[in-house]
């Protein structure tokens, strides 16, 4: 009886004292910010390069203040390396625009919106649907498509990339589009372009962790679970067989 009181006590303790290490591991580090930017000091150079039309970013938004030509575009790139993770901004939507796309991750820079040649993923907007599109040298293919059709005004986007290149793009908290692809794997700019000129964008967030955007458990658990559920399970097993011995 003393034996089984000692394997008790001791199972026990165990369980609890585990269940308190693995319950003080930290989460998942915080995901690395790559970039971020709000244009509060007014003023969107050099970390940005206007390729056709024009824009300003003296109200604290970057925004296409004129188009040039046929189809009367405006269009702005910067460096941006990100290829997983998370890209979050708020967008001016503006219905008079026929079209604005945001090329989140892609490789080759481009002077037109209507270019088919950026080779990464952008997402448009055409005053009916918002679309999750990759681009090749040779043409744009829509992954995924939603009607979206809102009044005019900031919407807060956010698109996450999972590591086996699952995208999830949400308007206002809520999911629109998803899409499963992997033909591209790195970028070199993000950019925003309208036609004609209207529409903004603010809060720019870009973050990923280790270019992977990880999935963080709760923290404790399950990890905690496990062992408590296994070291419970030994020592019921333990206690029956000595008392069958018994």
């Known amino acids: 009886m003393q034996k089984q009181h000692l394997l008790l006590a001791f199972v026990i303790g165990s369980i609890l004292i585990l269940n308190v290490a693995v319950s003080t591991i930290p989460p998942c580090a915080a995901a690395d910010v790559y970039w971020t930017d709000n244009f509060t000091d007014g003023s969107f150079y050099p970390e940005w390069n206007v390729t056709i039309g ?3 970013a003296g109200v604290g938004i970057l925004r ?16 941006s390396d990100a290829s997983y993770g998370t890209w979050t901004f708020d967008l001016l939507y503006i219905s008079t625009c026929t079209k604005g796309i945001v090329g989140f991750m892609h490789n080759v820079k481009t002077t037109s919106i209507f270019d088919t040649t950026m080779e ?19 043409t744009e293919i829509i992954l995924d498509s939603a009607t979206y059709a809102p ?50 964008i603010d809060n720019i967030v870009v973050s990923g962790t280790d270019g992977v955007l990880a ?31 018994s």
């Open 54 to 56: 024009g824009f300003a």
């Open 120 to 138: 990464g993923y952008l997402i448009e907007l055409n005053n009916t649907h918002i679309n999750l599109i990759k681009s090749t040298d040779t």
């Open 64 to 79: 296409s203040t004129s188009s040039t030509g046929f189809p009367h575009e405006a269009h702005i790139y910067r460096a």
């Open 215 to 245: 999935q963080p458990p709760i923290p404790g658990f399950p990890i905690a679970a496990i062992v408590v559920g296994v070291l419970t399970a030994v020592g019921i097993t333990l206690l029956r067989r000595r008392r069958t011995q």
């Open 151 to 200: 009044a005019d005004g900031m919407k807060d986007i956010q698109i996450d990339r999972l590591a086996n290149g699952t995208f999830y793009v949400r308007v206002e908290g809520s999911l629109y589009l998803t899409a499963l692809d992997n033909t591209y794997t790195t970028s070199n700019y993000f950019s925003l372009g309208s036609a004609p000129h209207g529409y903004g």
